[in-house]
């Protein structure tokens, strides 16, 4: 895993728990599943929402672990 990243909420389907992060660094955009948001209750996500988070590679590409919003 590499260093904690930054970057906004492109979109999140709380329904079906997943969406994607585009990173400040304007990279690739980033996979983003419900199980990867350290939150307490429901774990979403709004559409705009700045977060950190670590990346790693998945089958399909990047995801994010351990995601946190930013205030």
Do not use: C
């Not at 585009?22 to 977060?51: C, M, N, W, Y």
């Amino acid at each position: 895993m590499s260093a904690r990243q930054t970057g906004t909420i492109k979109w999140f389907n709380a329904e079906k728990g997943y969406g994607f992060i585009t990173p400040d660094d304007a990279s690739q955009d980033v996979f983003v599943h419900h199980t990867g948001i350290v939150q307490t209750g429901f774990r979403k996500l709004e559409e705009g929402q700045q977060v950190e988070y670590l990346a790693s590679e998945g089958d399909r590409g990047l995801v994010a672990k351990k995601v946190i919003t930013r205030a």
